[in-house]
């Protein structure tokens, strides 16, 4: 799957091995970077086509972007190469949606 191109310099370090990190974010690793006054979490090839979250910091970002990743992996067509791309990661499917 390929990720979007994001500035270095925007980037938040984020410890996805941390104990406390659930599996979705382990296995997916989305990047969290910083866009203006915003945080963003996003996965996927690029901001249209991706699962992008925003926040006010990179914990709600990342909340956001849980929510809408939960969302597209639930309404998802076969044709969705990025939800089938999650679904396949995490090895699960449309009904296994935690």
Do not use: Y
């Not at 990025?82 to 499917?93: G, Q």
Request: with cysteine.
């Amino acid at each position: 799957m390929e990720q979007m191109i994001i500035d270095q310099a925007a980037i938040v370090n984020i410890d996805f091995t941390a104990a406390d990190v659930d599996r979705t974010l382990k296995t997916l690793q989305p990047v969290v970077f910083r866009e203006g006054t915003q945080f963003c979490c996003h996965l996927g090839p690029d901001m249209d086509q991706g699962i992008l979250g925003k926040g006010d910091n990179p914990e709600a970002a990342i909340e956001d972007w849980k929510a809408a990743l939960k969302e597209r992996v639930q309404s998802a067509t076969e044709e969705d190469e990025l939800a089938n791309f999650v679904k396949d990661s995490l090895n699960f499917t449309k009904n296994d949606v935690w």
